[in-house]
């Protein structure tokens, strides 16, 4: 089994030196309550393997309200070998949020990463593909049909440069196999709220403008989207002008789609100080202030519960210290200033009535 289950908790018994953040420790308060007085959804990806940690599966289940399985239900896991599908590992995850009131984003069903290879070895023209497409995609979410909120249908397909990234999928069908994939989601599960996910889309800039252009395309083609994933792996050295996010939120929430922040990090480089933690902690909480000022946008996902599990320091080298809590579960500046954020937001809610604009200013 160990082989073939997830990479997912890859720094599973290591505590990365992480400067502490501040001189007294900071109280896990509960994100998700916090959160949900607003009606914002607060998720995490969370790593099957991880959820033997009694620390972590606690802290997931007391801080979070949505799950993104983060590896689980990607096709290399879900769909390893042609025509054979193994739910052991996305049913676990499944029923862990189920066991704690949490809700479901499903990720992802067609990637062009973590995609095995038997995919691109078995399909070599367009109608083999989009045959494949929809068995793969009405298999998966008619297996969860009513269990998962939102599926992330199609993952990263906007090229960085220009136009739609090269892939299988794209080259043999164009953008075909985004219609089949999420007509097959809508069939297979009429509930489910049906995204495309990417990164570096996050502000107005040439990539999201492109993504922009293709859903206009698809929404005019009667495609069931509904959703756009702002994945927000950020680097603390680059980050995206809020004011750019804001708009670029509200332009895809004027096409009538959700937006939702699902993969949140902000990595840094090198070794962690005190002032630089600060700095990333206005940048977590001056997004959850945009999230919550702009209307569509009621969701946001960490990608990972604790910087122990994150999947920065493997994928870029001298890059870390990207979540809201440290190597040891320890609440850093970021959380305490998301917590304060939802805090004013909260106050001024449950003083004035629920609903996302309250009314005054007790900021
Ligand atoms: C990452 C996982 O966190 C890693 O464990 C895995 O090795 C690679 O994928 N964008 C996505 C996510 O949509 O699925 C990726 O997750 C991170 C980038």
């Known amino acids: 089994m160990a082989d073939s289950s997830p990479e997912s908790a890859q720094n599973e018994g290591s505590s990365p030196a992480t400067a502490h953040t501040a001189a007294q420790e900071i109280p896990l308060v509960g994100l998700r309550g916090l959160a949900a007085a607003y009606q914002l959804d607060f998720g995490a990806a969370v790593a099957f393997k991880a959820l033997s940690i009694s620390k972590y599966a606690q802290i997931v289940s007391s801080e979070f309200s949505t799950l993104t399985p983060e590896n689980e239900m990607k096709w290399q896991y879900i ?3 042609s025509g ?14 189920q066991s704690h009131e949490m809700k479901v984003r499903g990720h ?10 038997w995919v691109s070895e078995s399909v070599t023209t367009e109608d083999a593909l989009l045959k494949l497409v929809t068995e793969h995609v009405s298999t998966i979410v008619g297996h969860y049909r009513g269990k998962i909120a939102k599926w992330d249908v199609a993952n990263e397909v906007i090229d960085d440069a220009q136009g739609m990234r090269d892939t299988l999928f794209y ?23 049906l995204y ?29 989207l509904h959703g756009v994933g702002l994945q927000a792996h950020w680097d603390l050295d680059d980050l995206p002008s809020m004011s750019s996010v804001r708009k670029n939120i509200e332009r895809f929430a004027a096409l009538g789609l959700k ?3 699902t993969e949140l990090d902000i990595r840094m480089k090198g070794a962690p100080t005190p002032e630089r933690l600060r700095v990333q902690a206005e940048a977590y909480a001056a997004l959850v202030r945009v999230v919550l000022d702009t209307e569509g946008s009621d969701s946001i996902t960490v990608w990972g519960v604790d910087d122990g599990h994150s999947w920065v320091p493997q994928w870029m080298s001298s890059y870390g210290s990207a979540l809201l809590l440290d190597g040891k579960y320890r609440a850093k500046q970021a959380y305490a200033a998301v917590v304060g954020e939802l805090s004013k937001q909260v106050m001024a809610c449950s ?5 996302r604009e309250p009314v005054g200013e007790i900021r």
């Not at 599908?85 to 949020?97: I, M, N, R, S, T």
């Not at 003083?351 to 609903?355: E, S, T």
Request: with cysteine.
């Open 351 to 355: 003083y004035f009535g629920p609903g």
């Open 108 to 117: 992802t069903l067609v990637w062009h990463n973590q995609l095995p290879r």
């Open 259 to 261: 937006v939702d922040i």
């Open 171 to 193: 080259r043999l069908s164009g953008t075909e196999f985004l219609s089949t994939a999420f007509r097959a989601a809508h069939e297979a599960d009429a509930d489910a709220l």
């Open 84 to 97: 054979s599908y193994e739910w052991f590992f996305g049913d676990q995850l499944v029923q862990f949020a």
């Open 79 to 81: 769909h390893p070998v």
């Open 196 to 224: 495309l996910n990417d990164y570096s889309v996050e502000a107005i800039n040439p990539k999201s403008n492109r993504l922009y252009e293709l859903c206009k395309a698809l929404l005019a083609q009667g495609v069931p």
